[in-house]
């Protein structure tokens, strides 16, 4: 039993772990801030829910795993939310998606400051 | 001779002028003017305690009496009586009842008459305190004490600035000398043990076998001089004749102003008898003498012309006094008598004059013998014992100084210089006694500002009384050697003498040829008084520079210092106060490390792992980074990363509670940064320039260096965790807690938290106050004028 | 279902007590027992609807993770490309849903889901501003999120 | 154990210091919160490190198993933690305040309570 | 001790070191983007990663201690990462909207790189 | 020892001995402070009731550090362990007669602070917290005097520092915005020094009460080298800032004028002296041989401090700022009574006249202070330039000014007198005669400085440019604060304390004595703190 | 921020994290936690409120000043220490009431109330300023 759970713990470590680098990585390598919110929100976001998960199996008490559940679940529920405001304040602010971007719905309703 | 002791009545005596301070403005506010009489009772009263002593004094005995004052310190407030105290005491209270009297009539109708008593009686109780004191530190009490009242009775008149200047100048000269003659007294202490003076005295030897004498002298002549006027600090004392007429009579010629003079015969046993007395005393006192007289002769004021005659006596006394020799001193203190009389009547008819008639310039004076008749009286018998002619005590002192100082064979050299300088100082003196008592009343009548009359009895109670006493004793010559002489010889030569006095010289020698001299000398200067004047006025200007003027510069030159001394430490700079500021903590963690060599040689690195190495190499690109950083926000999240870091260091070395706060305070911290950095402007660049960078940074890598290698050092040391374990040990078993860092918290160093958490409510009100307080319309009208981009800003966000 | 969720609460206490120990683990277990037991009086109590929308809550968190994971591996995949080519752009969607806590469900969701960020909500509450990390068919996302969580978020909470 | 964290507390000292040397307030204020953490740090090494054994006793014991890292440290730092983030919160907004109210962020420019053109003092009497 | 559990206990092992090597590369990859900016929003985005990072850190050495406990320090990274998120999309939206100097600045450039096609 | 209950002998962790509970006089003011403090706080939106409150528990904590006094002095040393916890383990609080000393007299203090107060601090001020910060400032300076660990001391240190703050920005007007944050910083770089220098400590010995510590201390080797030399050196560096010693007092000139007058007073009174204290404490009790080691830094720092204080002083023609410098002067003879204890028979009487200085410098400076208040409110300025006529405005009060200004400047018969002589006497007694012939100059300077402000604003009959003899009436802008009781109430009470401890210097030279013996002969401190293992 | 899907979410949120701070308090003594953990916790909870609803919402929530709530937090923490004189124990000895109810053991203390003590000065101080800040944001 206690062996399983090392296994399924230490894989979603490492799992988690890929997935913050990936969205490192992410925020390194995409054009602008409104994709590499992408980034973070969700790769990020996951990454640290599943190894707050794995800590919680690793731990095998219930109030911890509840714990994490709840942890994750206030990741979820913020996650979102932090996105959507910084992208919010980004584009109110004035800062302009990368020059791919093409279709800018927001534009024809919002315009920021030239 | 042990002094014998005695009961309180003497140190009452002495305290008594305190009380009537205090009862004088309620007593002037019932009685006006006529409070003066029964005011004048409390020092004829004391002159009656004094008179009791002249008795026992005159038969060579001594008396003590102390109280315990500050006994932890071994101060008392002691009293010593002998001859030299009674005789001060006398004069002190005797002339004091008249000064009373006198300033009941001087300022009748003054409203501040009242405080003028009060300041008088302050003054006479300090200069009784001073002139008895036995210990030498209420002796030095009471000697600032006279410096504080004098200051404010020459400032009494406060709406001139020229009273304002004499009273700080009088304050500055005899307190700065007061607080040298403190370390004087203090080393005397600290050499000698003692404290009392009466137990200095009975061991005369005691200064001068202490190895400290020379700066014991040299801190009590400063004390001396100062009070004293000696040249060159004479100057403050005919600048102190801003003060009114009965203040001048009293302070500022017969007591005050004495009391150098009577520190020096006091500590004469202790202090004289050796080369640097006899060379300094009488070199300091002759220029003293000649400088008083020359510059007498200059005055056309009467109380100007007084004062510096009041200089050139004290020159004189010093002078006599710093021979050594028993006569001189004889003569020095018949002279100190014969000056506080006639000195004291002559201040008081000058100021008589100057009420009456309403000028004291002598040169707008003349004809007041026939409307000023008693006055005139009172005059004329006090500057004839000025001028040392006989029948007045004036002359026997003369007589009895040159006696001493013609002693060739007693003083070689020394004594013809002083002899020269005394005649040529007392014919001079001859001629201000003239001019001061003759030119006012003789001759034609002149128009004054006032139309003149007699003064009222108080006015010339005081002037009679003095001038005739001057008479009286000269005519009981023996009796005055008997009493007051003798015995205040005695306490100058530590030792029982007693003198003959007699009126008449019994025989024609030397000091009678040089009376002659002198008088005839006076007499012949008298005549050409005008051409002098002029001559003396014209040599000065010439000069241009005297340490009057001196006076002024040294405290604008002390101002200025002060002002450029404290412009280049107070630059109003931060930055400046901050580099300083490094630069000593830099010094504090580098130079006694060094000193005692105890810095560590660089242990070998620890096996982190790879991650904690990670962490820590965050924490230098957290640290980098805010430090390159160009814009504030790019620094503030920087500053986020290496909290973050320090939070991870902390959990990898067992610390969760720790890291768990560090993590929460650093991204507070991050949060409040950027809400209230938002108008904050951080400047692209650091805008230092390469020496300000270079200057910076050396100072900062010297502390960081610094604090390295003290903490290296203390943690390659042994460990005492004794602390620790105790609190592992009972945090479970009686404090309950599992988390021991918490128990610490709560419980065993509960009262840190306790302050703790006093400061972040605090710290939450500071914030509160600091943001909700409006600034003050006035003052936002001010910042809008100065500050201009912030301002705008400011508009814009409301 | 405030009321069905107390009597849970109370039924989890009770068994507390019964079993005289009020650890975590045996709090749950009652409450999971509690449950149980209401649900076999479901029709009793009248509120089978309780049920149904748990289960539906339950759906909807499902959707939330796995929309999640999915993302989430979407933005790997588009990370670890040695070439980055995307055509990112901000779309309007049209919104169906009008409660606050609706929109707000809704706006998340999109968040979480692959490759879509909720930017903004128009002042009319009537648009919903999305941006796309690769949006080559505008219309054929916003039909997606139409069809797939508006629907499922109306289900579950009306 | 302590030499590497020694060294970099030193590194963080020579941090804080330069910053707090800059006539800027915004830098000094950031010097500030540096130089708390490495004060904090510096405390926390002198009680010594211990890697990764934090202090709390097991629920079913009296007192830990092993050795753990060292706790009274620890709770000083937390007490300093504390303290200085009040600090840095009350100067942070007096920064702000101070900007607004006289218009700079350049310390030395900051001179009303010490006037530049100070007149020197009077003369005379 | 039976080879699978010890195989599982060593594979935890590596598995948590593999994972903090992992998370401190990461780590210096965003520490890079907080630099590097260009923009506040950037910079905000990157902090928030960090605080997920961080929290991965904070699991793992809970894992590798043994101390579940480090799941709470977790959760409330995760609550006040969240509230800085916040503060600074509330700065950013509030200064921008008011013209402030830097982040017009930096809101230029992003035009500017825009229109270079960047 | 797993299980629900273990037996544990609590006589090996705590105080097993009933605490008298006289012994709780030790904590009482500390307590009375903070719990009115907090108090004020909850009630703070009533403004009228702030000053009531604040003065009767100002009031109490008079009573309290009275009971203290005279408990110290009728039973030794007492030590109060918080928590009962066994010293060195638990934090020691020990009242000596030095820490009971310096508490009553700032408490008397702060008690007319409060009193003024009622009529200068505006019903914005009170709003925002006048009363609390005074109370909690009360909290960190008595905690300071009277607490025996080290760490603890930091604590304290830090509440009175951030209620300086507190009641430095009352107000909000620029020139204290400015002064705040010099203030601010440099006092933040100074605890941090402190709180680096405990942790060193803490680092060599392991442990925090301070009597421990000079247990272990004493049984070194060599007790002046090594890490201790630099504990020692930052310990000055910091408490040296505090104290605003020369060259590290920048922030004392740049902001003690900028607040209320009142607050100002408190500054003036009571801060730098606990940085005093501090120094005596530390080095006198704890480190003797590193304080033998600093003498000379030390002498050489109190004439530098006297001197420059002084002549600071004199270049001032704003009143506040002047007071600021003679603080500082101040502190030089102090420091110079810690220079001159590093050594010899002497020891005693040098600190017991750094005691007495303190004493008489925390009452003089706040009625000074105080004073120049009230010239404030009578001239409308604090200039010299632009004061003038106040001795004909009120005779009492200039009288109260005039025995104020010779007693800072050291001149009898007042109070600051006797500790000149004593720290003079000492200084000559240990061979240091530069530092006694310091200290007078520096009452020199400042009798001319101090005489300078009475010329003008006293003396002379208005405003620079008034014509000679001439008097104008002046009538200042606050005229109508100046009939309050509240004004003249504690300058009087204060201004008597001046006098009579010039009048009667005795009972006041007695304590410090004593307060100096508890610190320059350890013995009574430390058994009392660790009762026999001492 | 007028953002209605914040709005939304964040009293949720605040109330989430309200609990998790007492829960942090609550269990401060035997695992990491206390206090001042729990009230800094509280405090960015009042502070995310504030950000979404507006200052004057989470005024009304909190009824009190959070001042005053700060000095209330001073106000039991130093009095808790005070109990002990009734004992004739020095000030801040801890006393401890434990017992059991439902098996379950409820241990109430003097630290405990201390800690109380701490976490309400720290939530109103913290978030006093949190919220003045926020407030002058708004302006
Ligand atoms: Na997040
Ligand atoms: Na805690």
Redesign the pocket.
């Known amino acids: 039993m206690s062996a399983v759970v090392e296994i399924i713990c230490g894989l979603m470590l490492i799992t988690g772990a890929c997935f913050a680098f990936v969205a490192s990585l992410g925020l390194m390598r995409l054009k602008d801030v409104y994709m590499r919110t992408h980034a973070?929100?969700k790769a990020?976001?996951l990454g640290?829910g599943l190894m707050l998960l794995a800590l919680a199996v690793e731990a095998g008490d219930l109030s911890v795993v509840t714990r994490a559940i709840a942890g994750v679940v206030f990741?979820l529920l913020?996650?979102p939310i932090?996105?959507h405001l910084l992208a919010k304040a980004a584009y109110a602010a004035g800062y302009r998606p990368c020059a791919d971007t093409k279709i800018d719905a927001l534009a024809e309703t919002v315009r920021p400051k030239d | 001779m042990t002094p014998a002791v005695i009961d309180d009545t003497t140190l009452y005596a002495v305290l008594a002028p305190f009380a009537a301070a205090v009862v004088a403005p309620f007593l002037t506010r019932w009685l006006k003017h006529n409070a003066a009489w029964p005011l004048a009772l409390v020092p004829a009263l004391i002159f009656l305690h004094f008179v009791g002593f002249i008795g026992p004094v005159s038969q060579g005995e001594t008396f003590v009496a102390a109280k315990a004052w500050a006994p932890s310190y071994g101060v008392n407030f002691s009293v010593y009586v002998d001859g030299l105290s009674t005789l001060f005491g006398l004069l002190i209270s005797g002339i004091g009842t008249f000064i009373i009297l006198y300033a009941g009539g001087y300022l009748k109708g003054h409203p501040q008459q009242g405080r003028f008593f009060s300041f008088l009686f302050l003054f006479m109780g300090a200069m009784l305190g001073l002139v008895l004191g036995n210990n030498l530190i209420s002796l030095f009490i009471f000697w600032e004490l006279t410096s504080i009242t004098s200051f404010l009775l020459i400032g009494f008149d406060h709406l001139r600035a020229a009273s304002r200047r004499a009273a700080i100048q009088a304050l500055v000269v005899t307190g700065g000398g007061g607080l040298v003659l403190l370390a004087g007294f203090i080393v005397i202490i600290s050499a000698t043990g003692e404290i009392e003076m009466s137990v200095l005295l009975a061991s005369p030897d005691i200064i001068k076998d202490s190895g400290l004498y020379l700066p014991i002298f040299l801190l009590v002549l400063g004390g001396a001089f100062t009070k004293s006027a000696q040249f060159p600090f004479h100057f403050w004392l005919p600048n102190a004749m801003e003060a009114p007429t009965p203040v001048s009579a009293y302070l500022h010629s017969a007591t005050m102003v004495k009391a150098g003079v009577y520190l020096l015969m006091r500590m004469h046993p202790l202090l004289g008898d050796t080369v640097l007395w006899t060379t300094v005393l009488p070199l300091f006192g002759g220029v003293t003498l000649l400088v008083g007289t020359i510059l007498a002769v200059r005055q056309t004021d009467l109380k100007l012309m007084l004062a510096y005659t009041t200089v050139a006596s004290l020159g004189l006394l010093v002078m006599l006094t710093g021979t050594s020799y028993e006569k001189a001193l004889e003569g020095a203190v018949l002279y100190l008598l014969a000056h506080s009389l006639f000195k004291g009547a002559l201040f008081m008819v000058a100021g008589t004059i100057d009420h009456e008639a309403g000028t004291r310039d002598v040169t707008k004076l003349g004809g007041l013998r026939s409307l000023m008749p008693i006055t005139f009286a009172a005059a004329c018998l006090a500057s004839l014992s000025m001028a040392g002619l006989p029948p007045f005590i004036g002359f026997i002192a003369k007589e009895i100084l040159y006696y001493g100082t013609s002693d060739i064979s007693a003083l070689g050299q020394l004594g013809i210089m002083v002899t020269i300088v005394a005649v040529v100082g007392n014919a001079l003196m001859l001629v201000i006694a003239a001019a001061v008592a003759i030119k006012p009343f003789l001759g034609p009548e002149v128009e004054t500002p006032k139309h003149a009359h007699e003064g009222p009895v108080l006015l010339i109670a005081g002037p009679v009384f003095l001038s005739v006493t001057g008479v009286i004793m000269a005519l009981f010559a023996h009796t005055t050697g008997v009493w007051f002489i003798g015995p205040t010889l005695s306490s100058l030569l530590g030792e029982f003498t007693q003198i003959d006095l007699h009126l008449i010289p019994t025989k024609i020698n030397a000091p009678v040829i040089l009376s002659f001299i002198t008088v005839g000398l006076g007499i012949a200067l008298f005549t050409q008084l005008d051409r002098m004047r002029s001559m003396i006025a014209s040599a000065l200007d010439a000069i241009g520079w005297g340490p009057d003027k001196g006076f002024d510069q040294a405290v604008s030159g002390i101002v200025s210092l002060a002002t450029a001394v404290t412009r280049v430490l107070q630059t109003g700079k931060m930055q400046t106060y901050m580099l300083l500021t490094f630069v000593f903590t830099a010094l504090a963690v580098l130079l006694p490390g060094y000193l005692s060599g105890s810095f560590p040689a660089l242990p070998k690195l620890p096996e982190y792992r790879f991650y904690e190495w990670g962490i820590l190499l965050i924490a230098v690109l957290g640290l980098i980074a805010v430090l390159i950083a160009k814009t504030r926000l790019t620094a503030i999240v920087s500053l986020g990363v290496q909290g973050f870091a320090v939070a991870l260091i902390f959990m990898m070395f067992g610390a969760p509670d720790l890291s768990f706060t560090q993590f929460m305070v650093e991204t507070l911290s991050v949060v409040i940064l950027a809400l209230v950095m938002t108008r904050l402007n951080l400047s692209p660049r650091d805008h230092r320039s390469l020496a300000s960078s270079v200057v910076t940074g050396v100072v900062a890598v010297a502390v960081g260096l610094g604090l390295m290698l003290t903490l290296l050092a203390i943690t390659q040391q042994p460990f005492d965790s004794r602390l620790s374990e105790f609190f592992t040990e009972f945090s479970r078993s009686i404090a309950h807690g599992r988390n021991i860092v918490n128990v610490i918290l709560v419980d065993f160093r509960g009262f840190d938290t306790l302050g703790e958490i006093a400061v972040v409510v605090l710290a939450g009100l500071c914030v509160l106050a600091l943001i909700r307080i409006k600034t003050r319309p006035s003052d936002e009208a001010l910042a809008k004028s100065t500050a201009g981009q912030a301002e705008k800003q400011t508009v814009e966000a409301r | 279902m405030t009321s069905l969720f107390l009597t849970n609460i109370l039924m989890a206490l009770a068994w507390g007590a019964v079993t005289g120990s009020f650890s975590e683990i045996n709090l749950a277990f009652g409450f999971v027992l509690g449950s149980g037991a209401l649900y076999l009086i479901r029709e009793q109590v009248g509120t089978s609807a309780y049920f149904r929308r748990i289960g539906k809550a339950v759906g909807l968190a499902a959707t939330f993770v796995y929309e999640l994971v999915l993302s989430a591996w979407r933005v790997a995949m588009i990370v670890l490309r040695p070439k980055i080519e995307l055509q990112p752009g901000i779309i309007a969607l049209p919104l169906t849903v009008d409660t606050d806590f609706e929109i707000t469900m809704l706006a998340n969701l999109i968040t979480l889901t692959p490759g879509t960020l909720s930017v903004d909500v128009s002042e009319d509450r009537k648009t919903l501003f999305i941006h796309c990390i690769d949006v080559p068919d505008p219309q054929a996302t916003i039909d997606d999120i139409k069809n797939g969580f508006e629907r499922k978020i109306m289900e579950a909470f009306r | 154990m302590e030499t590497g964290v020694a060294i970099l507390i030193g590194l963080f000292f020579t941090v804080a210091v330069y910053l707090m040397l800059s006539k800027h307030l915004v830098r000094i204020l950031l010097g500030i919160a540096i130089l708390g953490n490495s004060v904090n740090m510096l405390i926390f090494t002198n009680g010594r490190l211990t890697r990764e054994i934090p202090p709390l006793i097991p629920s079913h014991l009296y007192t830990p198993e092993t050795a753990t890292a060292n706790p009274l440290p620890q709770a000083l730092v937390l007490t300093a933690i504390v303290i200085s983030f009040s600090f840095f919160a009350f100067l942070l907004v007096l920064a702000f305040r101070a900007y607004q109210e006289l218009g700079t962020d350049e310390v030395n420019k900051m001179r009303v309570a010490e006037p530049e053109n100070d007149p020197t003092p009077p003369q005379g009497y | 001790m039976t080879p699978f559990e010890l195989f599982a206990s060593q594979f935890l092992d590596i598995a948590v070191n593999i994972s903090l090597g992992i998370l401190t590369i990461s780590f210096i990859v965003i520490v890079f983007r907080t630099v590097k900016g260009p923009g506040l929003p950037d910079r905000v985005v990157a902090l928030?990663m960090l605080?997920?990072v961080g929290i991965g850190f904070i699991a793992a050495i809970g894992v590798s201690t043994g101390i579940y406990l480090y799941i709470d320090i977790a959760i409330t990274l995760?609550l006040v990462?969240?509230l800085a998120?916040v503060a600074f999309a509330r700065f950013i939206l509030n200064r921008g909207t008011a013209g402030d100097e830097t982040i017009m600045d930096e809101v230029e450039e992003s035009i500017k790189r825009r229109e270079a096609g960047q | 020892m797993a299980g629900s209950s273990v037996s544990v002998d609590y006589a090996e962790a705590m105080i097993t001995t009933p605490i008298a509970a006289g012994d709780w006089l030790i904590v009482a003011p500390s307590l009375i402070t903070m719990v009115g403090g907090a108090l004020c706080l909850m009630l703070r939106k009533n403004t009228d009731l702030q000053p009531k409150l604040g003065v009767f528990l100002l009031g109490l904590l008079v009573l309290a550090s009275l009971g203290l006094l005279i408990r110290v002095l009728d039973q030794g040393v007492i030590t109060m362990v918080m928590g009962n916890w066994l010293p060195p383990f638990g934090i020691a609080v020990t009242a000596d007669p030095l820490g009971a000393t310096l508490t009553f007299i700032g408490s008397v203090v702060a008690f007319c602070a409060g009193v003024f107060a009622m009529q200068t601090v505006s019903s914005s001020g009170r709003r925002y917290g006048f009363y609390p910060f005074l109370l909690l400032l009360m909290t960190g300076v008595c905690g300071s005097f009277l607490t025996a660990d080290v760490f603890n001391l930091y604590v304290w240190f830090e509440v009175l520092l951030i209620s300086s703050y507190g009641l430095l920005i009352l107000g909000n007007e620029r020139i204290q915005l400015d002064g705040a944050v010099k203030y601010g910083v440099l006092n933040l770089v100074g605890t941090n020094l402190f709180l680096i220098a405990t942790g060193l400590l803490y680092g060599i010995f392991g442990t925090l009460n301070m009597a421990d510590i000079a247990v272990k201390v004493d049984a070194l080797d060599n007790p002046a080298s090594g890490a201790l030399a630099t504990v020692a050196a930052l310990y000055f560096l910091a408490f040296a800032m505090k104290a605003a010693a020369f060259p590290v007092n920048f922030w004392l000139p740049a902001s003690y004028h900028t607040p209320n007058i009142v607050v100002s007073a408190v500054f003036a009174g009571l801060l730098t002296k606990v940085g005093v204290y501090a120094l005596i404490r530390i080095f006198v009790l704890i480190l003797p041989a590193s304080l033998e080691y600093m003498a000379d830094v030390i002498g050489i720092v109190a004439i530098a401090t006297l001197i420059t204080g002084a002549l600071g002083a004199l270049a001032q023609s704003e009143i506040r700022r002047l007071l600021g410098y003679l603080v500082i002067a101040g502190i030089g003879s102090m420091l110079a009574g810690l220079a001159i204890a590093s050594s010899g028979t002497q020891a005693t009487l040098a600190i017991s006249g750094a005691i007495f200085y303190a004493v008489h410098s925390i009452i003089v400076m706040t009625a000074l202070y105080m004073a120049a208040g009230i010239m404030g409110m009578m001239g409308s300025s604090f200039n010299l330039r632009e004061l003038g006529g106040l001795y004909h405005k009120s005779v009492a009060f200039a009288g109260v000014f005039l025995v104020l200004a010779f007693a800072v400047s050291g001149l009898p018969p007042f109070s600051g007198f006797w500790p000149k002589v004593m720290l003079v006497d000492a200084a000559f007694q240990g061979g240091r005669f530069w530092l006694g012939a310091a200290i007078l100059v520096s009452g020199f300077l400042t009798t001319l400085a101090m005489g300078r402000v009475w010329i003008y604003a006293f003396w002379r009959g208005g405003p620079e440019g008034t014509a000679d003899g001439q008097s104008v009436d002046v009538t200042g802008a606050a005229e109508g604060q100046l009939s309050s009781g509240a004004l003249w109430l504690p300058l009087g009470v204060l201004t008597a304390l001046v006098i009579y401890f010039g009048l009667q210097p005795e009972w006041m030279i007695e304590l410090a004595t004593q307060g100096a013996s508890s610190v320059v002969d350890p013995f009574g401190y430390i058994r009392s703190v660790l009762g026999e293992q001492g | 921020m007028r953002t209605v899907i914040f709005r939304t979410i964040a009293p949720y949120l605040a109330a989430l994290m309200v609990l998790f701070s007492i829960f942090v308090l609550l269990r401060g003594h035997n695992e990491p936690g206390g206090g001042f953990i729990g009230g800094l916790i509280a405090a960015s909870a009042l502070a995310i409120f504030g950000i979404a609803c507006g200052v004057a919402s989470v005024r009304r929530a909190i009824v009190f000043h959070p001042m005053s709530i700060s000095g209330f937090g001073l106000f039991i923490g130093a009095l808790a220490g005070v109990l002990s004189f009734f004992k004739n124990q020095a000030f801040m000895t801890s006393q401890w009431l434990i017992f059991d109810l439902f098996d379950v053991e409820i241990a109430l203390s003097t630290p405990l109330v201390f800690d109380i003590g701490v976490y309400l000065v720290v939530v109103g101080a913290i978030g006093s300023i949190a919220l003045a800040l926020e407030e002058r944001e708004a302006d």
């Open positions: 973070a929100s990020g976001t640290s990741f913020t996650a932090s996105a | 928030d605080v997920a995760g990462g969240f998120t």
